[in-house]
């Protein structure tokens, strides 16, 4: 994928996908192994069910990373409602392009090309609240909501619980009022496979009861997971997406403060920003400043510092 110089769209693409068939093998692997570990071939019981391939094949493309040997189907698939949604996530995708080409690329696009003021990052930061906030909106509702739909749709698969929303506007991850109650309901889908697999697992086996080395694995493994995505998407390391997934996450649902709506979407918003704007000025460093002579600095030291101390100079 390096080697091959894709553009960052294709390489987020390919790498959360790299990352859904390693969750989704991982959860098939895990739901079925107990089957064979308490079944004994000279006992009375009955062997285990074993899952067909056809219960696999439809496991990697329904929209859950919860292995089942059956799920809630529908009646029929409704293709119009298919060819709707597939349609507004081809308009979502175009308006995802405007943002970035409106609101961010003529603020990032001459970074590095003059040397900046101390305060210029706290600036930018407060600058880019109203894209970040956008994209995270579009993201949701591109992925969770349209994409995962038309997915499901098609493979009759009934269970649409993919971000909490209610009638009763209670448990909206929009109306969160703590870090841990939009943890659970923004994403029910990865939520699910972390809670399941990741968190009880720790929890009730490798470290029986203890909760908070538990859930600092949870948050551990979702940072590493998140730069994954971005560090070879971007093609260089700045371990922010770790640190607010992995860390600043972690503090916030570990102190269980219990704070106003408005609280929770300043934290989403600065957050947002701050991803933006570190992933687009290492993204335009690559293209206005030097490489570093070692590869392995290259690869792991911001190009933006060395930049800064030339342009100083």
Known sequence: MVRENLGI???????????????KNHAFVRSVTPRFHSYKPHNDVLPPNVPRFSH??????????????????TKKIRWMFVVQHFGEVVLMIFYYAFILERLVAPVFR??????????????????MCFPGILLLLNLNYLLLHMWMNAWAEMLRFADRLFYKASFNYTIDWWNSTSSRMWNRTWNVVVHD???????????????????PLATFTAFFVSGICHEYV????????????????GGV??????SNLSMHNILVWMILCFCNSIIISTCAMG?????????????????????SWSCQQQLAA
Request: hydrophobic share 45%; aromatic share 26%.
């Open 9 to 23: 769209a294709c390489n987020i693409i390919i790498t959360a996908e790299q990352l859904r068939i390693i969750m």
């Open 56 to 73: 696999y094949l439809y496991f990697l493309f329904v929209p859950t990373i919860i292995y089942r040997d059956e799920y809630p189907r």
């Open 193 to 211: 496979w972390i809670y399941t697999y990741l968190y009880k697992d720790m929890y009730e086996i490798v470290v029986p009861r203890n909760k």
């Open 283 to 303: 993204y335009y460093t690559s293209y206005n400043c030097l490489s570093y002579s070692n590869y392995y600095a290259d690869l792991l030291l911001p190009q």
């Open 249 to 254: 996450n972690y503090v916030l649902v570990q």
């Open 230 to 245: 971005v560090a070879f998407s971007f093609r260089f390391f700045y371990p922010v997406m770790f640190i607010i997934f």
């Open 110 to 127: 001459t970074f590095d090309t003059w040397p900046l003021e101390s305060t210029w990052f706290i600036k930018i930061i407060i600058k």
